[in-house]
């Protein structure tokens, strides 16, 4: 049974695991998406709904909107989930040649930009309403009384429940909290941590979750798949990620010590964190989905917490 967490500066009851949607489609091509991508995509889904997970992770880029219709044919043909789950999706990311063949990779907060591209999510998840509308990555351009206009607009229009972020740094975060009216604040901040990937813990991303009260939401939590049990890193991973071996090592002993996994220490690791943290779990494989459920179980000593952190540091503490 999947434990529950309520996102802070809302009424929302989710999994303490989150379900990303990111890779459902098996590719990011839009045009290599098969058929069997697609009832595979279709059957992940309904895997974690049955595995306990209640908040489903999207964007609007997620292989050009197909993750969001993957998702939006699983609620047509089983219209009784959508009471059952929480919807997440994110915009503000545009490609190269978008809308113009000459048009380059940008970021886009425009207020036009961020209602047009909700309204085409809803369309594909075929939804009245996102539970959490996030903003995917910070726009150079960001003007915060227009993005806090199209907050409120889709707010009072009841197309977006709550709002979040991802990816701000701490000043970002703090420039767009002060145009927000308290209705449209940001209630998560989606990060990116894993034991191999700590700047959010080093650089104050958590502690600002903690004042601010926003309910960190974790992308790549076993930073994509290099702390899976079973996972072979090719040389390159090994490479960028020079601690990976020793992070191994540990996370091994104490998995044996506990009867469980490498990949369930490496998502307890997260959990344990006082900020709530939310490990946005990515795999489509049925068994790995139901098994990384069993997460919230764990829960590791101060000592264990701190053993895995200086093994993926590879350096002392000061
Ligand atoms: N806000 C952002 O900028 C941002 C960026 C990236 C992602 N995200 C969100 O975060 C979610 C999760 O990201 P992620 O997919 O990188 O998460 P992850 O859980 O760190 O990695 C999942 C990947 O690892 C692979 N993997 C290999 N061995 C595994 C094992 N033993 N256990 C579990 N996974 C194993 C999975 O393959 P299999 O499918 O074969 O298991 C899958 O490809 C995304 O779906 C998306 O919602 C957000």
Known sequence: ??????????????????????????????KKVSSENLDHGVRAVLTAIDAGYT?????????????????????SENPSLRDRIFIASKCGIRFPGNPNPTSPQRYDFSAEHIIKSCEESLLRLNTDVIDLYQLHRPDYLMNPAEVANAFEQLHKQGKVRFFGISNFSPSQVDLLSRAHSAICCTSVHQIEISLMQRYA???????????????P???????GGVLGDDYQPSEEQFKKYPTLKE???????????????RS???????????????????????????????????????????????????????
């Open 201 to 215: 813990l080093e650089e104050g991303i958590l502690d600002q979750c903690m004042l601010k009260k926003m309910t």
């Open 1 to 30: 049974m999947v434990k529950t967490r309520v996102i802070q500066n809302t009424d929302l009851e989710v999994s303490s695991l989150a379900y990303g949607c990111w890779r459902l489609a098996g590719t990011w091509d839009k």
């Open 264 to 318: 369930i220490v490496a998502l307890a690791w997260l959990l344990k964190h006082p900020a709530g943290i939310i490990p946005i779990v990515g795999s489509v494989n049925p068994n790995r989905i139901y098994h990384l459920t069993n997460a919230d179980d764990l829960d590791l000593s101060r000592e264990e917490w701190y053993s895995l952190l200086l093994a993926a540091r590879g350096i002392p503490l000061p």
């Open 55 to 75: 908040l489903f992770d999207h964007a609007d880029i997620y292989c050009s909107g197909i993750a969001e219709t993957i998702f939006g044919q699983v609620l």
């Open 217 to 223: 939401l974790a992308w790549s939590p076993l930073a």
């Open 247 to 261: 992070t191994h090592r540990v996370l091994d002993k104490i998995a044996k010590e506990h009867d469980t996994t």
